[in-house]
Nanobody
Framework: QIQLVESGGGLVQAGVSLRLSCAAS????????LGWFRQAPGKEREFVAA?????????LYADSVKGRFTISRDNAKKTVYLQMNSLKSEDTAVYYC??????????????????WGQGTQVTVST
């Protein structure tokens, strides 16, 4: 098993940028994919972005964040990032990182992810 810890959330003004980090510990296989999900009050958890951890990995984004958010990784630090630009009020949510043992392309389904972080709050004011 592995542990995931998110950081970088906060209160920001609409239109600015924020960078979230998720540090992994334990035996994280290089074939695991890492994903970001978010959950707003009264809403179901939704997929944001995912990336394969190994070299030659691919990425996947939700339509709502394409062109604004970028997921990246640092294998040496066992850390995955979510760069969020042009933030909107609808981006307000608790953001979670998660790990998927699947060795194929990244998947957008929360039920397929095996490990989850505790979440970090992102609030975008207008």
């Amino acid at each position: 098993q592995i542990q995931l810890v998110e950081s970088g959330g906060g209160l920001v003004q609409a239109g600015v940028s924020l960078r979230l980090s998720c540090a992994a510990s334990g035996r994280l296989f290089s074939t695991y994919s890492l994903g970001w999900f978010r959950q707003a009050p009264g809403k179901e958890r939704e997929f944001v972005a995912a990336i394969s951890w190994s070299v030659g990995s691919s990425t996947l984004y939700a339509d709502s964040v394409k062109g604004r958010f970028t997921i990246s990784r640092d294998n040496a630090k066992k850390t995955v990032y979510l760069q969020m630009n042009s933030l909107k009020s609808e981006d307000t949510a608790v953001y979670y990182c998660a790990a998927d043992h699947y060795t194929g392309r990244p998947r957008p389904y929360s039920s397929t992810y095996d490990y989850w972080g505790q979440g970090t709050q992102v609030t975008v004011s207008t």
